[in-house]
């Protein structure tokens, strides 16, 4: 069996660089949140960017369940951790990393909307043509699996995995990460570290 996923890995400096840009679309926009609400977990790094680069320290969470591997997900997403803040009357942006599918981000903005927030601005750093949800801001649409700064290891612990499950040669998963940009000594570290964990 092969693999048919490609990867891209960005940098923390290309994440920064995505992160700056959007900041000033919003900004040139005219549009100022009064909370920046970071779905968790793959939007907490950008979510907290944002705050920093739009100046606004108004930080909130909610937690979607969703993916339970690279390009896996379980049926339809769940709120597991509501709003932490009141939204009430206040305008605000939904943070996360990527509009994969949509699906989390829709059950996002339908959450804030019922908890009575007054305007609601979608942005994310990646958009996937199939989302069925297009962001208000994004920076960079594409087809590959991002494999993001914080989460490389996650990623290599379920390709790993897979490569097991589905007999997948292991080498295969190596030469495509490498090939979207992932580090091939921290490859190296990772899948070592991966495979002694078992």
């Given amino acids: 069996m092969s693999l048919n996923i490609e990867?891209?890995?960005p940098s923390w400096d290309e994440i920064y660089d995505m992160l700056l840009r959007l900041a000033?679309?919003?900004?040139g926009d005219r549009f100022h949140p009064d909370v920046i609400v970071g779905v968790s977990r793959g939007g907490w790094p950008p979510a907290r960017v944002m705050s920093d680069l739009l100046g606004n320290p108004e930080l909130a969470n909610v937690r979607v369940e969703f993916y339970v591997g690279v390009a896996e997900t379980?049926?339809?997403?769940?709120?597991?951790?509501?709003?932490?803040?009141p939204?009430?009357?206040r305008r605000v942006l939904i943070m996360d990393d990527?509009?994969?599918?949509?699906?989390?981000?829709?059950?996002?903005?339908?959450?804030?909307?019922?908890?009575?927030?007054?305007?609601?601005?979608?942005?994310t750093i990646?958009?996937?043509?199939?989302?069925?949800?297009?962001?208000?801001?994004?920076?960079?649409?594409?087809?590959?699996?991002?494999?993001?700064p914080w989460e490389r290891k996650e990623t290599v612990r379920n390709m790993v995995e897979r490569c097991k499950v589905k007999g997948i040669p292991l080498?295969?998963?190596?030469?495509r990460l490498i090939e979207g940009g992932f580090d091939?000594?921290?490859?190296?570290?990772?899948?070592?570290?991966?495979?002694?964990?078992?």
């Fill in 24 to 27: 000033e679309r919003i900004r």
């Fill in 126 to 148: 990646y958009y996937k043509p199939w989302s069925e949800i297009k962001p208000d801001y994004y920076v960079r649409e594409t087809e590959a699996w991002i494999v993001f």
């Fill in 74 to 85: 379980k049926g339809e997403p769940v709120i597991t951790q509501p709003l932490s803040v």
């Fill in 98 to 123: 990527v509009a994969d599918t949509g699906k989390s981000l829709r059950l996002v903005r339908d959450h804030v909307e019922k908890n009575g927030a007054t305007e609601i601005k979608l942005a």
């Fill in 184 to 198: 091939q000594r921290l490859l190296e570290r990772f899948i070592r570290e991966v495979l002694e964990e078992v």
């Fill in 7 to 9: 990867f891209e890995v």
């Fill in 171 to 175: 080498e295969e998963v190596k030469r």
């Fill in 87 to 89: 939204v009430k009357g």
